[in-house]
């Protein structure tokens, strides 16, 4: 596991999203280093965890992997992906998760009958295109991301450089990575939760549609969630200031 560590403070873990690596945090690690020991992690299989051996679509696998290099107590953020394997992480390990930071996450990202998210149709989509060339796949996928914010061929200029810092994910992680946001729910466990959550949403996000927002703040009674008038899927790339009070206020 590849795991960056600057910063000081308390502990704060991030985890990226599907196709990216930890890079995708640089822009706002100076805004957030003075106040907090950050964890900047690549996940299994991404950027430079490149031999670490998930090729699973069990959500917990992912979890177990990077929990040992983990502090014993720390806060926790999970964009997109990263924020499916955050929620395992902290239902299976309350005593460690000390707070909880969702951005443009969902407990279940699969579009179902009376809940908004992606289209089983798009997902499988992907997959299809993953199998001929999974760059431009990528590269796809940054496009929807960033569909809809105010600065969006900017969005997607920086989420492309910052995914080329790093090596590129292995076949093997994007297929499984996939397989979660085509197949993980998580909505059931959500009352299991112990830790104080935030959730932070762009009301533009087309990845996970703010019509979620009011969804799954019902799943979690007592959480708090924000969300950013004119942001979509990478609110902390598009309002990185406004971003980073959100999560500071919440965390301190």
Not at 155 to 169: I, M, N, S, T, Y
Not at 243 to 251: G, S
Request: charged share 15%; hydrophobic share 45%.
């Amino acid at each position: 596991m590849h795991i960056e560590r600057i910063g000081q403070g308390p502990d704060l873990v991030l985890l990226h999203g599907w196709g990216l690596n930890s890079a995708v945090w640089q822009e706002i690690v100076p805004l957030l280093a003075p106040y907090y020991s950050l964890h900047l992690v690549d996940l299994p299989g991404f950027g430079f965890s490149q031999h670490v051996a998930v090729e699973s679509a069990e959500l917990s696998l992912w979890s177990e992997a990077v929990l040992p290099y983990l502090p014993a107590q720390f806060n926790l953020l999970g964009w997109s992906m990263g924020g499916l394997i955050a929620l395992r992480m902290a239902l299976d390990n309350p005593s460690r998760v000390t707070r909880l930071v969702l951005t443009g996450s969902s407990p279940c990202f699969l579009q179902q009958d009376n809940w908004p998210g992606i289209r089983a149709d798009v997902l499988s989509g992907f997959n299809r295109a993953l199998q001929l060339d999974s760059r431009k796949t990528i590269e796809r996928f940054l496009a929807i991301q960033a569909m809809g914010s105010e600065t969006v061929k900017e969005d997607v200029k920086r989420l492309k450089h910052w995914l080329q810092q790093r090596p590129d994910a292995t076949s093997a992680a994007l297929e499984a990575g996939l397989q979660l946001l085509e197949t993980i729910d998580l909505r059931a466990e959500l009352s299991s939760l112990r830790c104080p959550v935030l959730s932070l949403y762009g009301r533009l996000d087309s990845i996970v549609p703010v019509a979620a927002a009011a969804e799954i703040q019902s799943l979690l009674p007592g959480s708090h969630s924000v969300i950013f008038p004119q942001a979509a899927h990478t609110p902390f790339l598009s309002h990185p200031q406004l971003f980073i009070d959100a999560v500071r206020q919440f965390v301190d």
